[in-house]
Structure formats: C-alpha cells, structure tokens
T-cell receptor, first 115, second 116 residues
Framework: GAGVSQSPRYKVAKRGQDVALRCDPI?????LFWYQQALGQGPEFLTY????????KSGLPSDRFFAERPEGSVSTLKIQRTQQEDSAVYLC?????????????FGPGTRLTVT | AQTVTQSQPEMSVQEAETVTLSCTYD???????LFWYKQPPSRQMILVIR??????QNATENRFSVNFQKAAKSFSLKISDSQLGDTAMYFC?????????????FGKGTRLSVIA
C-alpha cells in the first residue's frame, strides 16, 4: 500500500543554495501538512494545505520558506538561500480531511544539512 | 496557544515489563484530541493511540493504554509487556478541533529503550 513518500531522503546544501523538498501524499488525501523537526526536538508545524489552497502558513520561519501544492496532490517545500539553522528533518503528513481530528499519516522525512 | 510538555527525555524498561510515559498540556480549548506517536530510528512517525477530550473512557490499543486526566491536563501512555520493537522516540501531541483540520502540536519527546 502506498503511504506518504518524500524525496530526497537526504539533502546536503551549501549555505546560500536553494533547495526543493517533495512530498507525495496518500492518494485522495485532502489535507497536507509540513513540519520541521530539529535534532532532538518534536516536530513543529510549518504550513497546511487543503487541496491546492494553502490555508495556514503561520509556522513558516521566514520569507525564505515557500510551499506549494498546485494540483492538490504533490507538494513542494522550497527554501531559498539556505542557512545553517535550516538544518533539520522536514516531515510531510497527509490526512483524509473529511472529518475533524483525522489521523495524519507521516512520510519518512527529508534530512536537510546545510554546511 | 497550546503547549505540550514531556518531562522525561529518556526512559528504559526491561523486556516484558510495564512503563509509563508522562505528558501534560496546556490549553484553554474544550474540544480537542490528544495523540501518542512513535518514531522508530527509521524516522517514520506512527500513530500509537488517540483520545478524544470529550470521552471520559481511557483509550486502549492492545498493549498501549492512556490515563487521561482532563482536569489535570495530563495524558500518560502506559506500555504493557514491553517488546524490543517498542524502542523508539515517543511524542505526545495535541490537536485543537475548534476550527477544522488543524496541525498537531508536539512535545519534545521521550526516548524509550527496551532492554532485553
């Protein structure tokens, strides 16, 4: 069965480079979330989509972070001019979105290391 | 804003024994869900158990059960008959249900080691 997939699994970027992280949610899932998990910490919310609409981007730490989901399925998180503090695991989660409190299914994450 | 606190950074338990992981949360909301997620070393986060705040009965899933004390804002996880495969990070998480699908607010996690 296809779960949430993310690519790449690992990314090393030099400071100042732009990166793009991809999330393929479970087919048919309406809701998609991005979280950032720093080393030794719990995940922290970045942004949320319902279909193609970005309903909440209050967690994006700066205007260098941008997310999109143009066709309501695959989503891309882009980080421009990466900084060392951007090093973290970026987790994507999707949920059916039909009812309150739907279970969120997580992908394996992308570990970003900025050198 | 909601906060979730896990006061035990690390715990260990002998195989087949029982262990309890603590979690407290702070919220002014009345309608919410609480979750325990497991994150094994492979990193994929997996839902362990869920509790609706309006339900007084504690949720149970096989060897996993919770002790939900709403007035005290406490939500502990009990793992019975611990197995080596239970070794993982465990995160307590809160979801506000007041406004549609909302993101999870996580604690910092407890690293559980099950020892043979």
């Amino acid at each position: 069965g296809a779960g949430v997939s993310q690519s790449p699994r690992y990314k090393v970027a030099k400071r100042g480079q732009d990166v793009a992280l991809r999330c393929d949610p479970i087919s048919g899932h309406v809701s998609l979330f991005w979280y950032q998990q720093a080393l030794g910490q719990g995940p922290e919310f970045l942004t949320y989509f319902q279909n193609e609409a970005q309903l909440d981007k209050s967690g994006l730490p700066s205007d260098r972070f941008f997310a999109e989901r143009p066709e309501g399925s695959v989503s891309t998180l882009k980080i421009q001019r990466t900084q060392q503090e951007d090093s973290a695991v970026y987790l994507c989660a999707s949920s059916l979105g039909g009812t309150l409190g739907d279970e969120q299914y997580f992908g394996p994450g992308t570990r970003l290391t900025v050198t | 804003a909601q906060t979730v606190t896990q006061s035990q950074p690390e715990m260990s338990v002998q195989e087949a024994e029982t262990v309890t992981l603590s979690c407290t949360y702070d919220t002014s909301e009345s309608n919410y869900y609480l979750f325990w997620y497991k994150q094994p070393p492979s990193r994929q986060m997996i839902l362990v158990i869920r509790q609706e705040a309006y339900k007084q009965q504690n949720a149970t899933e096989n060897r996993f059960s919770v002790n939900f004390q709403k007035a005290a804002k406490s939500f502990s996880l009990k793992i019975s008959d611990s197995q080596l495969g239970d070794t993982a990070m465990y995160f307590c998480a809160f979801m506000n249900l007041q406004s549609g699908n909302t993101p999870l607010v996580f604690g910092k996690g407890t690293r559980l080691s099950v020892i043979a």
